[in-house]
């Protein structure tokens, strides 16, 4: 049985060509461009004769043998992009998934477990944290007051939310994607294995200080509220690097009040980042900068999300190597930087995540490009490893 090369690489340029205007490609979460490609999954299925499901807030499926059934396989990533970002983060594993689905149905393979294909919706969402969709599949979403404030600015009811919690029947998960890294390049590795996801733990920060006349408030009188969160920023920077690699920081989204080139600004609010293997030394690293910001600044400081790094399952590691063997596959063992549904699945079953090299490492970026042999080589192994799963009922 094997991957159709041609299909696979002709229906990521299909997707990929759903797209808003600009660099790259843009499909953000929740937006038309999001539902023409959720829209293209179910009509290309529908053209294999692959039974499809929506569920309450647009997550899509694609199921091969029998739905109904228990243990079931899935296989899962996402259809939506950072602003203009790539052609494989996401839709790789999509659009894997679904050859993966045609190969056995083409080969008539008696599967003694249903295996089904996910778009999981909101993978890059910022309103409501990332990973959304795979979250609320997951049934992992808390409906406190500040999400359900967010909430409001999202197409999504709460009760729409609660019913897409629909993991049941499933019990192991696969996700193919593009490392976002240099790790498989620099080594001449062609598979990475992924075995941990690193945590992220996010903070909504608002600076204030008082806006001005740029012309009269002389520099010794002013309360600025951008000075201010630049002190801070090199501060939260001081201290990330003093726990060392592999915790990250990043400042990625930043606005200034009122932003006018006339007014000394008055507020500025940005959303603090860290990522890191263990989720007491992220804490630390945020309680650190919440500490020195709170002494000396009049500041607001919440949590925005806090998703745990998460160990993945030793079954699918063991499957991966040994697919990877049999085939003559160069791989490693390797940790995930980047987060990806598989985080979320990993909470609540057997979850694997594959890794192919992209170049430079380039990833949340037009110049994002995977070589078409890994593309192949990913959704090889991904079917292989979906085999020996076929074999062990339930993922024991
Ligand atoms: O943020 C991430 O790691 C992922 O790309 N959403
Ligand atoms: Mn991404
Ligand atoms: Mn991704």
Known sequence: MNINRQRLLSMLEEVNRISAEGEGVTR??????????????????DA??????RDAMGNVFGTVGNSSGDGGILIGSHLDTVKEGGKYDGALGVVAGLEVLMALKENGER??????????RGEEANILGGTFGSRAFCGLVGFDDTFMEKLEQTPFTEREIRESAGHEGYSDYLELHIEQGKSLENSGTEIGIVDAIAGIRRL?????????????M???ERDDALTHAAGLLLEFERIVNSFGAPYVGTVGTFSVHPNLANVVPGRVDFVLEVRGPEIDMMRRITEQFTEYAEAGHNVKISENVEKPPS????VIIEYGKSVCREAGVRYEVMMSGANHDANSLSSVM???LIFIPCLNGVSHNPGEYAAPEDIVRGAEVLL????KLQGNNCGQ
Request: net charge negative.
């Open 204 to 216: 909504d920060v608002t600076v204030y200080g008082e806006a001005a006349h740029s012309g009269t």
């Open 384 to 387: 292989g490893t979906v085999m």
């Open 311 to 314: 160990a993945l399952s030793d």
């Open 28 to 45: 953000l979460a929740y937006t038309a461009e999001e539902d023409a490609a959720l829209d293209w999954f179910v009509e290309t299925c």
């Open 48 to 53: 294999h004769s692959i039974e499809t499901r």
């Open 218 to 220: 002389a520099m010794g």
């Open 111 to 120: 599967l003694d477990r249903p295996v089904t294909v996910a778009a999981f």
């Open 350 to 352: 057997n979850s694997g």
